[in-house]
């Protein structure tokens, strides 16, 4: 009898394994002991997304392929995969006493937060279409859940149908994709397919653009990309604030991934096509998340247009599809995880028992409630806008210098012009904590946990921008793998 | 005559004489039932009609189907007048890939006696047996579910419309262990074909009820839920649910849902004959004997399933989701891991080391789930579910 | 297109998935809907049988019209307003939605049938002639290159269960 998984398949995966372990212990605990569990689960849940990251600094710098190419970790990878164990990892800090002010239970919601972990890092070092589908579907089940687990609250029960159906759609928009690519090529494996695009003549092969096309439709879904962008709004508003965290940043980073290694490194010889169509995709949503970010008032709703601007910013790194672009994608994740993280960190410590006070008044004079939250907020902001001192600032510089390389002048002054118009809406909610003072000043009370949270993002954002080459030698690597 | 043809020819035959065959079990079965029932509670049973009462079931479906078809005013128009029939066709259907004989020869042609069986002609005309043999006769059972809901909601009553919801949740929760219990005797075999099992029962010389005794009893047990018998027949629970699902239907449509459930009740025994007693050989292979020694098997089963019913206490519904999800279903994908281990690393000894993992398995298995239902049905009741649904009695008022 | 057993059991067995099809999306009875859609799926098992793939067309069975549709029926039935409610499948977009439908399908079904006239090798993925017991051949890819996914699978179905325990559980007291 022979064991079909060898060593190297154990170290591929050796991350995912103690993330699903993790995850089954805190759901077994939770099944026998429910008072234990609401105790310790969320630190058993930091534990092992900290073996996570400590298995991923093991693979720094690695190259493996495991499960017959199914599999890749790369510089690539394993960058993204950090950025999205960062971004759990905060959202744990913040669930902790979200969970306790909105009285709902804990170890399911850790189980599931674990496991979309698990299918994102899965997406992020996916090779084979079938595992992209497998693994986004993982994930995006886990998410659905979470968005409607504040069952009581409309809002919320809405947000996770909306999420729920128009993902379904995606998902089966995805699949039918694939098999349409794979009547076209033959193969689902990425490698395959790069390979099978270089014989003659099979580049107008209409079954493969129809494929290609409507696998775009299902990944640019997850991204929130105009113009599959109409679900991020209502979602990002009705879910409970950590998950909206959480899902803002960790499945943008693996759905990134997984778009980054299917266009530029499998379908690179179709890029004649695609590159068109990405460019419009990131102008259109560059434009459009901008724009109406400047109409919120609602702080959510405003953060997530601006994350839907964000998808638009990434996307002109794929549409490079140069080193510099490929680089600038990880270092864009991770720097956005921090920033957005944080920044919905303060909105999650803002908001009252049942999501009330998400308006932009209830931001007026912060800084006098409480200085710290609101110069950290203002950093967010900042970062979020692209101002220096701050990590956005350096990740938009590499973007737009890989644009400049990549000679997509276009694109880069839609970039330019509509960075300008977000510093608009951004720095409004500066200018609202600082400049005007609150009628009455009430102290806000700040969890330990969210503490801790909100000050590693500062931490890192002014890390980054300070020393980026903390991780430029590492994104370095990346260029290296197989392309 | 083209080979395709006679090939057409044979098979229809064979189907006829199959389904008739099958067809008058039921009649048989209802005699049978009436006859053991009115011994075990020591009546004398059906007597009047024909010897022994033998006529009396004829006599029954005459007078039913004399009745007036009644069609509640409020009935869905199309669904409760083809309810019924969803419920039998799938019943009669599932026959078609059990063997009752072997191999038959006549001249140079030579097939099984299975309705989806194999088939070989001169001239090297092949039609093997159906691959998937047993994935179609689950999915066949599985179809019946749609007969019970659509019959129980399509009567626009709240008696049938329950009566449905517990036959079709119950029909489904008992899917599982039935479909996975009969994995480790495919294992065993090696094939999805029925024909194969039964072969591979000779080969090892010993009927898979030996080595396979936990997955024989999880059948059992689920077959008998699956069908809605006795202790399992919460749908037609008359104290509570007049008569379940088919509470409305009158008539040639009734008939048809009586017809159904002993149809099945034969199909599940003719699986169980076939998986776990050896199906139609016995002794010796002379092949006209076959069909005999799997009837004789099969009024073994049938037997068995009255002997259950007039023996045994109806269980209470809760009792019935947890036998079925907390003992049955892991107590069989236990069964199932052990018999892939043990396959998988002493092949040679497999039978062997099986039965005495069944004995200590099934040992374990009824101290622990006699525990596991007596604790969650206890729980249940401490529940809010039973606050909520129970009439409130006078101990728990003081 | 000549007649012979195939194309007769085709045309029939085709004609019955669409028809069924078209009345799961046009009746106004819900549950009707669902009992075509149990139809439609019988009928699509139908055609992996015309198609040689026996295995396939019992787990279309066992899974599609034994598991999924049952689960439809049970939504519907335990929905008490259902019970006897005529709705209308048509909203305000049916125009535009029409429009997009079938200007989708028209899409697909030139592109297939173009190319597949021309007698091209745009369909690179041919039916695998199985060599040896077709079951045998999916086990084993089941289990050596696919044995992630199948996993994967696995979990997925785990966050599925557990996801609708949460959402269905009953409140603490």
Same mark, same amino acid.
């Given at each position: 009898?022979?064991?079909?998984?060898?060593?190297? @398949?154990?170290?591929?995966?050796?991350?995912?394994?103690?993330?699903?372990?993790?995850?089954?212990?805190?759901?077994?605990?939770?099944?026998?002991?429910?008072?234990?569990?609401?105790?310790?689960?969320?630190?058993?849940?930091?534990?092992?997304?900290?073996?996570?990251?400590?298995?991923?600094?093991?693979?720094?710098?690695?190259?493996?392929?495991?499960?017959?190419?199914?599999?890749?970790?790369?510089?690539?990878?394993?960058?993204?995969?950090?950025?999205?164990?960062?971004?759990?990892?905060?959202?744990?800090?913040?669930?902790? @006493?979200?969970?306790?002010?909105?009285?709902?239970?804990?170890?399911?919601?850790?189980?599931?937060?674990?496991?979309?972990?698990?299918? $994102?890092?899965?997406?992020?070092?996916?090779?084979?279409?079938?595992?992209?589908?497998?693994?986004?579907?993982?994930?995006?089940?886990?998410?659905?859940?979470?968005?409607?687990?504040?069952?009581?609250?409309?809002?919320?029960?809405?947000?996770?149908?909306?999420?729920?159906?128009?993902?379904?759609?995606?998902?089966?928009?995805?699949?039918?994709?694939?098999?349409?690519?794979?009547?076209?090529?033959?193969?689902? @494996?990425?490698?395959?397919?790069?390979?099978?695009?270089?014989?003659?003549?099979?580049?107008?092969?209409?079954?493969?653009?129809?494929?290609?096309?409507?696998?775009?439709?299902?990944?640019?879904?997850?991204?929130?990309? +105009?113009?599959?962008?109409?679900?991020?709004?209502?979602?990002?508003?009705?879910?409970?604030?950590?998950?909206?965290?959480?899902?803002?940043?960790?499945?943008?980073?693996?759905?990134?991934?997984?778009?980054?290694?299917?266009?530029?490194?499998?379908?690179? @010889?179709?890029?004649?096509?695609? $590159?068109?169509?990405?460019?419009?995709?990131?102008?259109?949503? $560059?434009?459009?998340?901008?724009?109406?970010?400047?109409?919120?008032?609602?702080?959510?709703?405003?953060?997530?247009?601006?994350?839907?601007?964000?998808?638009?910013?990434?996307?002109?790194?794929?549409?490079?599809? %140069?080193?510099?672009?490929?680089?600038?994608?990880?270092?864009?994740?991770?720097?956005?995880?921090?920033?957005?993280?944080?920044?919905?960190?303060?909105?999650?410590?803002?908001?009252?028992?049942?999501?009330?006070?998400?308006?932009?008044?209830?931001?007026?004079?912060?800084?006098?409630?409480?200085?710290?939250?609101?110069?950290?907020?203002?950093?967010?902001?900042?970062?979020?806008?692209?101002?220096?001192?701050?990590?956005?600032?350096?990740?938009?510089?590499?973007?737009?210098?890989?644009?400049?390389?990549? %000679?997509?002048?276009?694109?880069?002054?839609?970039?330019?012009?509509?960075?300008?118009?977000?510093?608009?809406?951004?720095?409004?909610?500066?200018?609202?904590?600082?400049?005007?003072?609150?009628?009455?000043?009430?102290?806000?009370? +700040?969890?330990?946990?969210?503490?801790?949270?909100?000050?590693?993002?500062?931490?890192?954002?002014?890390?980054?921008?300070?020393?980026?080459?903390?991780?430029?030698?590492?994104?370095?690597?990346?260029?290296?793998?197989?392309? | 005559?083209?080979?395709?043809?006679?090939?057409?020819?044979?098979?229809?035959?064979?189907t006829i004489?199959i389904f008739a #065959?099958w067809m008058t079990m039921v009649p048989?079965m209802i005699?049978?039932e009436?006859?053991?029932?009115?011994?075990?509670?020591?009546?004398?049973?059906?007597?009047?009609?024909?010897?022994?009462?033998?006529?009396?079931p004829i006599a029954d479906a005459l007078k039913l189907i004399m009745k007036e078809d009644i069609t509640p005013a409020k009935a869905d128009k199309l669904i409760y007048p083809i309810a019924p029939a969803l419920l039998m066709v799938p019943a009669l259907l599932a026959i078609a890939?059990?063997?009752?004989?072997?191999?038959?020869?006549?001249?140079?042609?030579?097939?099984?006696?299975?309705?989806?069986?194999?088939?070989?002609?001169?001239?090297?005309?092949?039609?093997?047996?159906?691959?998937?043999?047993?994935?179609l006769s689950l999915a066949l059972s599985s179809l019946g579910v749609y007969g019970v809901v659509l019959a129980g909601w399509s009567s626009a009553n709240k008696y049938s419309l329950l009566g449905g919801m517990r036959s079709s949740a119950q029909m489904l929760?008992?899917e599982?262990?039935?479909?996975?219990?009969?994995?480790?005797?495919?294992?065993?075999?090696?094939?999805?074909?029925?024909?194969?099992?039964?072969?591979?029962?000779?080969?090892?010389?010993?009927?898979?009820?030996?080595?396979?005794?936990?997955?024989?009893?999880?059948? #059992?047990?689920?077959?008998?839920a699956e069908v809605n018998r006795?202790?399992f027949d919460l749908p037609e629970a008359e104290?509570e649910l007049i008569g379940g699902y088919h509470t409305e239907y009158s008539s040639f449509r009734f008939a048809m849902f009586f017809m159904a459930e002993y149809l099945n009740m034969v199909t599940i025994?003719?699986?169980?004959?076939?998986?776990?007693?050896?199906?139609?050989?016995?002794?010796?292979?002379?092949?006209?004997?076959?069909?005999?020694?799997?009837?004789?098997?099969?009024?073994?089963?049938?037997?068995?399933?009255?002997?259950?019913?007039?023996?045994?206490?109806?269980?209470?519904?809760?009792?019935?989701?947890?036998?079925?999800?907390?003992?049955?279903?892991?107590?069989?994908?236990?069964?199932?891991?052990?018999?892939?281990?043990?396959?998988?690393?002493?092949?040679?000894?497999?039978?062997?080391?099986?039965?005495?993992?069944?004995?200590?398995?099934?040992?374990?298995?009824?101290?622990?789930?006699?525990?596991?239902?007596?604790?969650?049905?206890?729980?249940?009741?401490?529940?809010?579910?039973?606050?909520?649904?129970?009439?409130?009695?006078?101990?728990?008022?003081? | 297109?000549?007649?012979?057993?195939?194309?007769?059991?085709?045309?029939a067995i085709a004609a019955m998935t669409v028809t069924s099809a078209i009345f799961v999306v046009t009746l106004p009875n819900i549950l009707r809907s669902a009992l075509f859609l149990m139809f439609t799926f019988i009928g699509v098992a139908g055609?992996?049988?015309?198609?040689?793939?026996?295995?396939?067309?019992?787990?279309q069975l066992l899974?599609y019209v034994g598991a999924i549709t049952v689960l439809i029926l049970f939504a519907i039935v335990l929905t008490q307003q259902l019970m006897g409610a005529r709705i209308t499948q048509?909203?305000?977009?049916?125009?535009?939605?029409?429009?997009?439908?079938?200007?989708?399908?028209?899409?697909?079904?030139?592109?297939?049938?173009?190319?597949?006239?021309?007698?091209?090798?745009?369909?690179?993925?041919?039916?695998?002639?199985?060599?040896?017991?077709?079951?045998?051949?999916?086990?084993?890819?089941?289990?050596?290159?696919?044995?992630?996914?199948?996993?994967?699978?696995?979990?997925?179905?785990?966050?599925?269960?557990?996801?609708?325990?949460?959402?269905?559980?009953?409140?603490?007291?």
């Amino acid at each position: 009898m022979t064991i079909p998984v060898s060593a190297a @398949d154990w170290i591929v995966i050796n991350t995912e394994l103690i993330l699903v372990g993790t995850a089954m212990i805190v759901l077994l605990l939770d099944a026998f002991n429910r008072r234990i569990s609401d105790r310790i689960s969320p630190w058993i849940t930091l534990v092992g997304v900290v073996g996570g990251l400590v298995s991923l600094g093991f693979l720094w710098g690695q190259e493996y392929t495991g499960f017959a190419g199914m599999l890749v970790i790369d510089s690539f990878s394993v960058l993204v995969k950090m950025a999205i164990l960062f971004g759990t990892g905060l959202a744990v800090l913040l669930s902790v @006493d979200y969970l306790r002010r909105e009285e709902l239970a804990q170890g399911e919601y850790y189980g599931l937060l674990l496991l979309s972990t698990v299918g $994102m890092l899965l997406l992020t070092s996916s090779a084979n279409l079938i595992m992209i589908f497998l693994s986004l579907e993982m994930l995006s089940i886990a998410l659905y859940v979470l968005t409607g687990y504040a069952r009581m609250r409309p809002r919320s029960q809405e947000a996770g149908m909306k999420y729920f159906l128009l993902g379904s759609f995606s998902a089966a928009i995805l699949v039918y994709g694939v098999a349409l690519i794979y009547g076209a090529l033959g193969t689902v @494996d990425l490698a395959g397919v790069a390979e099978a695009l270089t014989a003659p003549g099979i580049l107008s092969n209409p079954v493969l653009l129809a494929g290609a096309g409507l696998v775009l439709v299902g990944l640019g879904f997850k991204v929130a990309a +105009v113009p599959f962008q109409m679900w991020t709004p209502d979602v990002y508003e009705g879910a409970p604030s950590p998950v909206t965290a959480f899902m803002s940043v960790s499945t943008k980073a693996a759905a990134f991934a997984a778009l980054t290694r299917v266009l530029v490194f499998a379908f690179s @010889d179709l890029s004649g096509v695609w $590159m068109a169509v990405i460019w419009a995709i990131a102008a259109l949503t $560059m434009i459009f998340g901008n724009l109406v970010a400047i109409a919120q008032n609602n702080i959510k709703r405003m953060l997530a247009y601006s994350s839907i601007a964000h998808a638009g910013y990434i996307l002109v790194a794929v549409a490079s599809a %140069n080193q510099l672009g490929i680089q600038s994608i990880p270092f864009y994740l991770i720097a956005y995880t921090f920033m957005n993280i944080g920044a919905w960190a303060v909105v999650t410590v803002i908001t009252r028992k049942g999501e009330e006070g998400v308006g932009l008044s209830d931001y007026t004079g912060l800084f006098w409630r409480n200085p710290l939250l609101a110069v950290s907020m203002g950093l967010f902001m900042f970062s979020l806008a692209g101002i220096p001192p701050t990590a956005g600032f350096t990740a938009k510089i590499y973007l737009f210098m890989a644009a400049v390389n990549a %000679n997509l002048i276009g694109l880069l002054i839609v970039a330019v012009v509509t960075t300008i118009i977000s510093a608009y809406f951004y720095l409004r909610v500066t200018v609202i904590m600082f400049m005007h003072r609150p009628s009455e000043v009430s102290a806000v009370h +700040v969890p330990i946990a969210a503490y801790v949270a909100i000050i590693i993002a500062v931490v890192a954002t002014l890390w980054l921008f300070l020393f980026p080459n903390s991780t430029q030698a590492f994104t370095e690597a990346v260029w290296r793998m197989g392309l | 005559m083209p080979e395709i043809v006679i090939f057409l020819l044979i098979k229809l035959v064979m189907t006829i004489v199959i389904f008739a #065959l099958w067809m008058t079990m039921v009649p048989f079965m209802i005699w049978l039932e009436r006859k053991v029932i009115a011994d075990i509670q020591i009546r004398i049973g059906p007597n009047r009609v024909g010897p022994f009462g033998l006529l009396q079931p004829i006599a029954d479906a005459l007078k039913l189907i004399m009745k007036e078809d009644i069609t509640p005013a409020k009935a869905d128009k199309l669904i409760y007048p083809i309810a019924p029939a969803l419920l039998m066709v799938p019943a009669l259907l599932a026959i078609a890939v059990i063997p009752i004989g072997g191999m038959v020869t006549i001249g140079e042609r030579s097939f099984t006696l299975q309705i989806m069986g194999e088939y070989r002609g001169p001239n090297g005309f092949f039609v093997p047996e159906l691959d998937a043999g047993i994935l179609l006769s689950l999915a066949l059972s599985s179809l019946g579910v749609y007969g019970v809901v659509l019959a129980g909601w399509s009567s626009a009553n709240k008696y049938s419309l329950l009566g449905g919801m517990r036959s079709s949740a119950q029909m489904l929760s008992y899917e599982l262990p039935l479909g996975v219990a009969l994995v480790g005797p495919l294992l065993l075999a090696s094939s999805l074909r029925l024909n194969e099992v039964v072969n591979a029962q000779s080969n090892f010389g010993i009927w898979f009820i030996i080595p396979q005794f936990v997955g024989f009893i999880i059948f #059992l047990m689920s077959g008998t839920a699956e069908v809605n018998r006795a202790p399992f027949d919460l749908p037609e629970a008359e104290q509570e649910l007049i008569g379940g699902y088919h509470t409305e239907y009158s008539s040639f449509r009734f008939a048809m849902f009586f017809m159904a459930e002993y149809l099945n009740m034969v199909t599940i025994s003719a699986l169980a004959v076939t998986f776990f007693l050896g199906g139609y050989r016995l002794f010796t292979d002379i092949v006209w004997l076959q069909p005999i020694w799997f009837a004789l098997k099969l009024m073994l089963f049938l037997y068995l399933f009255v002997w259950i019913r007039g023996t045994w206490p109806r269980v209470r519904y809760d009792q019935l989701m947890a036998l079925g999800w907390k003992v049955s279903l892991p107590l069989a994908l236990v069964n199932l891991a052990i018999t892939a281990i043990v396959l998988a690393y002493v092949p040679k000894r497999a039978v062997l080391v099986l039965t005495i993992t069944s004995i200590v398995l099934i040992t374990i298995a009824y101290y622990g789930s006699s525990y596991n239902i007596r604790r969650s049905t206890d729980m249940t009741a401490r529940s809010g579910y039973a606050r909520r649904h129970l009439p409130e009695s006078e101990e728990t008022r003081i | 297109m000549e007649i012979t057993g195939y194309n007769v059991a085709f045309i029939a067995i085709a004609a019955m998935t669409v028809t069924s099809a078209i009345f799961v999306v046009t009746l106004p009875n819900i549950l009707r809907s669902a009992l075509f859609l149990m139809f439609t799926f019988i009928g699509v098992a139908g055609l992996y049988v015309l198609a040689n793939a026996e295995i396939l067309a019992a787990m279309q069975l066992l899974i599609y019209v034994g598991a999924i549709t049952v689960l439809i029926l049970f939504a519907i039935v335990l929905t008490q307003q259902l019970m006897g409610a005529r709705i209308t499948q048509t909203s305000r977009n049916i125009v535009l939605g029409g429009v997009a439908a079938i200007a989708v399908f028209a899409f697909i079904a030139t592109t297939f049938v173009s190319h597949f006239s021309k007698g091209s090798d745009m369909i690179a993925a041919q039916p695998a002639v199985p060599t040896s017991d077709p079951l045998l051949m999916i086990a084993k890819m089941l289990i050596q290159p696919y044995v992630l996914p199948f996993e994967l699978a696995s979990f997925i179905l785990l966050v599925a269960m557990v996801g609708a325990i949460v959402i269905a559980k009953e409140d603490k007291d």
